[in-house]
């Protein structure tokens, strides 16, 4: 496989469920990152990993717990949503090189909270 | 902190019309800024990016862009669309600050672009 991966493409969940979304990048970048894209609302960036260590938290709920075991993977754990947490969330990464380096996304995970 | 408002929510146009998506930002720091693009059921695609130098950007699939620091704004052009370029577009900035080895973007709400035979 290429690029940057996610899995599952699609999930519904109910909001006493735990579930959690899966990202693998095959470009040997060494950033990471969680965005939420809602209907009618800009993509957010959520978290970043920076060489498996967390650098940024955009005062995401605490029902989301993201978890990064090495560069080429990134998790995100999820418990007790609520349905206005149903979105597409998108990884995302991108080589060391500051602001200026490209960042390659997955298809995103499809998330419906019932 | 940054924001970025694209002017148009929805843009039809006719094949073989040239097309502009609107994009203007605010920054209190130096930003870079991208255009991306989202095909249906798929992530985000880089389409081009300013960096620094000329400020008319060139970048994949024919678009263009041209950045206007006194207007803060950075439209996206085709000069003749086709089909194949239906899609929602995305103009997004960076802040320009040293210290990180990665980008903080921040997004608009996107412009999706359709194309009529």
């Known amino acids: 496989e290429t690029g940057v991966t996610q899995t599952p493409r699609h999930l519904v969940m109910g909001m006493t469920n735990k579930k959690s979304l899966k990202c693998e990048q095959h470009l040997g970048h060494n950033a990471m990152y969680w965005y939420k894209q809602s209907a009618k609302k800009p993509l957010e960036l959520m978290f970043v990993?920076?060489?498996?260590?967390?650098?940024e938290n955009n005062s995401v709920p605490s029902r989301f717990s993201p978890e990064c075991p090495n560069s080429s993977h990134l998790f995100l754990h999820l418990h007790t949503l609520q349905p206005e947490d149903s979105a597409l969330y998108l990884c995302a990464s991108s080589q060391e090189g500051g602001a200026t380096t490209s960042q390659y996304f997955g298809p995103g995970t499809r998330l419906t909270v019932t | 902190a940054q924001s970025v408002t694209q002017l148009d929510s929805q843009v039809p146009v006719f094949e073989e019309a040239p097309v502009e998506l609107r994009c203007n930002y605010s920054s209190s720091v130096s930003v870079y800024l991208f255009w991306y693009v989202q095909y249906p059921n798929q992530g985000l695609q880089l389409l081009l990016k300013?960096?620094?130098?000329?400020?008319l950007v060139k970048g994949i699939n024919g678009f263009e862009a041209e950045f206007n620091k006194s207007q803060t704004s950075f439209h996206l052009r085709k000069p003749s669309v086709h089909i194949s370029d239906t899609a929602e577009y995305f103009c997004a900035v960076s802040p320009n600050q040293g210290g990180t080895s990665y980008g903080k973007l921040t997004f608009g709400q996107g412009t999706i672009l359709t194309v009529h035979p």
């Open positions: 990993y920076n060489f498996k260590e967390q650098t």
């Open positions: 300013y960096l620094s130098g000329s400020t």
